[in-house]
T-cell receptor, first 115, second 110 residues
Framework: GAGVSQSPSNKVTEKGKDVELRCDPI?????LYWYRQSLGQGLEFLIY????????KSGLPSDRFSAERTGGSVSTLTIQRTQQEDSAVYLC?????????????FGSGTRLTVV | RKEVEQDPGPFNVPEGATVAFNCTYS??????FFWYRQDCRKEPKLLMS???SGNEDGRFTAQLNRASQYISLLIRDSKLSDSATYLC???????????FGSGTRLQVQP
């Protein structure tokens, strides 16, 4: 597609429920990144994919968080047993390569609210 | 110490003013540097890369000082539309993911 697409754009869920967030990167972009941004805060790195593998998942805050990428394209971030502190905007980005001199293109994010 | 540190601001400047932001980074072996812009409740967008020799894009000039480990962004002739949060971004050696500063908020006033 023309840009990075994320769905849903907004999600309200009850504490304890599982949620799935989807990211569809720019066609041909091999690198895909998940970040989250809490209100008024900076971007917090979660996980990075190169193709379908995740060489760096060091930012996942707990084992309730997992992510996968299939076909070198769409990625899903799953949060199990959501907690109120999981409320944030979850941003996905893709880049042509994981080489260091490429910037990212971000999707518009999924705003997650856990009530 | 944070990997990338920025003054959060806000910087309130009148239209037409020149404003400069700095940021410092902790990993001396970092190789790639960028400035991103983030409008309120929007995703970050790449503003410009930062090169060792310094680079300019219209009213925007970015500079890198590797010895002091700081990056600067200069905006000349500020426009109302420049109002946003500016994020300093670094790629620390050994990681494939960019590290973002918390941002400096700019408010350009009429």
């Amino acid at each position: 597609g023309a840009g990075v697409s994320q769905s849903p754009s907004n999600k309200v869920t009850e504490k304890g429920k599982d949620v799935e967030l989807r990211c569809d990167p720019i066609s041909g972009h091999t690198a895909l990144y998940w970040y989250r941004q809490s209100l008024g805060q900076g971007l917090e790195f979660l996980i990075y994919f190169q193709g379908n593998s995740a060489p760096d998942k060091s930012g996942l805050p707990s084992d309730r968080f997992s992510a996968e990428r299939t076909g070198g394209s769409v990625s899903t971030l799953t949060i199990q047993r959501t907690q109120q502190e999981d409320s944030a905007v979850y941003l996905c980005a893709s880049s042509l390569s994981s080489r260091q001199n490429y910037g990212y293109t971000f999707g518009s994010g999924t705003r997650l609210t856990v009530v | 110490r944070k990997e990338v540190e920025q003054d959060p601001g806000p910087f309130n400047v009148p239209e037409g003013a020149t404003v400069a932001f700095n940021c410092t980074y902790s990993n001396s072996a970092s190789q790639s540097f960028f400035w991103y812009r983030q409008d309120c409740r929007k995703e970050p967008k790449l503003l410009m890369s930062v090169y060792s020799s310094g680079n300019e894009d219209g009213r925007f000039t970015a500079q890198l000082n590797r010895a002091s480990q700081y990056i600067s962004l200069l905006i000349r002739d500020s426009k109302l539309s420049d109002s946003a949060t500016y994020l300093c971004v670094v790629n620390p050696t050994g990681r494939r993911a960019l590290t973002f500063g918390s941002g400096t908020r700019l408010q350009v006033q009429p």
